[in-house]
């Protein structure tokens, strides 16, 4: 169920290559909007969120992304600003590339470029949906929705239990991914478990069938 890297295993290597390992711990804000693009982070373990500070103060959640995943590309490859924020939901590592180093392997293996320009424009896309989303739908259903897309992204298959996956979130971080208040987390949770969806566990919550969730959510 885990979704995957965009990138072949050659191309994985490359990036690995030419960066350095990079650890990160919970809540640590590996990029910020606004700063310098200088690298560009593979993440191998662990989930991260992207996000963006609007005009009016409010912080919209624009993504979540996971191993085999890059994060920061975009600005590395105008040489611009950093359009978001990356913070990391739970503690993990990746590779980091700098951004000139990045710039060259682009330059160098044009399969890697094009993969990269699938990647941005399908994100793009997706960050889009997100922020209608936000604007349009109450708490509850920007929760399950986000929840759902974890499952079908970054879920751990349970076993024994065709369909379930397993998404290592907690209800905190949960709450961050869908920019929502903890309490509006709770509360849609425990509907969900009533109606047979989900399971809330200390640190994750098992989801039954994420397309069932999908279809919960009015997707």
């Keep these: 169920m885990t979704y995957p890297s965009p990138f072949t295993p050659e191309e994985l290597r490359l990036v ?28 191998e373990d662990g989930l991260v969120k992207i996000t963006a500070e609007t005009a009016n103060g409010y912080t919209s959640v624009l993504a979540i992304r996971g191993p085999g995943e890059l994060i920061g590309e975009l600005a590395c490859v105008d040489g611009g600003h950093r359009s978001a924020t990356v913070t990391a939901l739970r503690a993990g590592h990746g590779v980091a590339v700098p951004a000139e180093r990045f710039r060259q392997l682009l330059r160098r293996h044009g399969a890697l470029a094009l993969t990269v320009l699938r990647s ?65 987390v709770a509360r849609t949770t425990r509907g969900l478990q009533r109606d047979g969806q989900v399971t809330v566990g200390r640190g994750r919550i098992v989801v039954k069938d994420p397309r069932a969730l999908l279809d919960w959510a009015g997707e």
Excluded at 22 to 31: I, K
Excluded at 33 to 38: L, Q, R, T, Y
């Design 120 to 184: 941005v424009a399908d994100r793009l896309r997706h960050s889009d949906r997100l922020r209608g989303e936000h604007g349009a739908y109450p708490a509850g259903i920007r929760v399950a929705r986000v929840l759902a897309d974890l499952a079908l992204s970054h879920g751990v298959p349970v076993p024994g239990r065709p369909g379930a996956v397993t998404v290592l979130v907690n209800q905190r971080e949960l709450a961050g991914a869908a920019g929502a208040s903890r309490e509006s």
């Design 16 to 43: 690995r290559e030419a960066g350095r390992p990079c650890p990160w711990e919970r809540g640590e804000t590996l990029m910020r909007e606004g700063s310098p693009a200088d690298q560009v982070i593979l993440v």
